[in-house]
Antibody, heavy 124, light 108 residues
Framework: EVQLLESGGGLVQRGGSLRLSCAAS????????MTWVRQAPGKGLECVSG????????YYADSVKGRFTISRDNSKNTLYLQMNSLRVEDTALYYC?????????????????WGQGALVTVSS | SSELTQDPAVSVALGQTVQITCQGD??????ATWYQQKPGQAPVLVIY???NRPSGIPDRFSASSSENTAYLTITGAQAEDEADYFC???????????FGGGTKLTVL
C-alpha cells in the first residue's frame, strides 16, 4: 500500500524558514517523480515544486523560485521541501504527491497518490 | 488568476449526466488531468493522460477535449460524487504546471 506521510509543518514568522519532509512507502521511490502541491485555506491547488525520480531535474513555481528548494533522499525514501524567506501568502496545507512516472513533466501520468498534508502558517 | 478556467459551481440531479469544463489555450497542446477533492480530504486522481482512469475510479467518469476545452463527464452522478473538481495542465508557455480554479459539484 502506497503511503505518503508529511511532517515539519508549523507556525513561523514572516521571513522565517521551515523544512517539510515526506516519508514514502509501498513503492519503489526512486522510480517516480514527486511533487509538493499547496492549498491555501478555502482556495484552490498550486503545484509549487517537483523533482524527477533520480533527483536531477527540478521544477519551481514562480511564486516560490529562489526561496524554496526541493530535494529527495532515495536511500531514505524521503522527499523534502526547504522553505526560506517565508511570506504570509505561503500559508497553506502542503501536500506531498507521487507522480505516476519518473519524469516530472510526463503528460501521460498524474499525481496518483497524495499525503494528508502538512499545515504551514506564516504570521506577520 | 489561473490560465485554466473552470466554472465555480455546477449542479446535477441524482442519476443524471453532468459535464465539467476546463478552458485554456494550453489545452490545444497538452492533456488535462482531473482531480476530485472532498471536504477535508486530499485530492484524488480521476483522469490522467488523454482519458485514462486509475484503478478504483468508476467508469461513470470519462474525459474528452475539443480545441481549447477539456471536459470531465460524470454519467449517472451519484451522491458520493459531490466534491470539488480541479483540472491541471501546463500553462501556455509550457514551462509551468497550473491548476484550474476548481468546480464545486452539487448533486441534488
Amino acid at each position: 500500500e502506497v503511503q505518503l506521510l508529511e511532517s515539519g509543518g508549523g507556525l513561523v514568522q514572516r521571513g522565517g524558514s521551515l523544512r517539510l519532509s515526506c516519508a514514502a512507502s509501498g513503492f519503489t521511490f526512486n522510480n517516480y517523480a514527486m511533487t509538493w502541491v499547496r492549498q491555501a485555506p478555502g482556495k484552490g491547488l498550486e503545484c509549487v515544486s517537483g523533482i524527477s525520480g533520480s533527483g536531477d531535474s527540478t521544477y519551481y513555481a514562480d511564486s516560490v523560485k529562489g526561496r524554496f528548494t526541493i530535494s529527495r533522499d532515495n536511500s531514505k525514501n524521503t522527499l523534502y521541501l526547504q522553505m526560506n524567506s517565508l511570506r504570509v501568502e505561503d500559508t497553506a496545507l502542503y501536500y506531498c504527491a507521487k507522480r505516476g512516472a519518473s519524469d516530472f513533466w510526463s503528460g501521460y501520468s498524474g499525481f496518483d497518490y497524495w499525503g494528508q498534508g502538512a499545515l504551514v502558517t506564516v504570521s506577520s | 488568476s489561473s490560465e485554466l478556467t473552470q466554472d465555480p459551481a455546477v449542479s446535477v440531479a441524482l442519476g443524471q449526466t453532468v459535464q465539467i469544463t476546463c478552458q485554456g489555450d494550453s489545452l490545444r497542446m497538452y492533456y488535462a488531468t482531473w482531480y476530485q477533492q472532498k471536504p477535508g480530504q486530499a485530492p484524488v486522481l480521476v483522469i490522467y493522460g488523454e482519458k485514462n482512469r486509475p484503478s478504483g475510479i468508476p467508469d461513470r467518469f470519462s474525459a474528452s477535449s475539443s480545441e481549447n476545452t477539456a471536459y470531465l463527464t460524470i454519467t449517472g452522478a451519484q451522491a458520493e460524487d459531490e466534491a470539488d473538481y480541479f483540472c491541471k495542465s501546463r500553462d501556455s508557455s509550457g514551462n509551468h504546471l497550473v491548476f484550474g480554479g476548481g468546480t464545486k459539484l452539487t448533486v441534488l
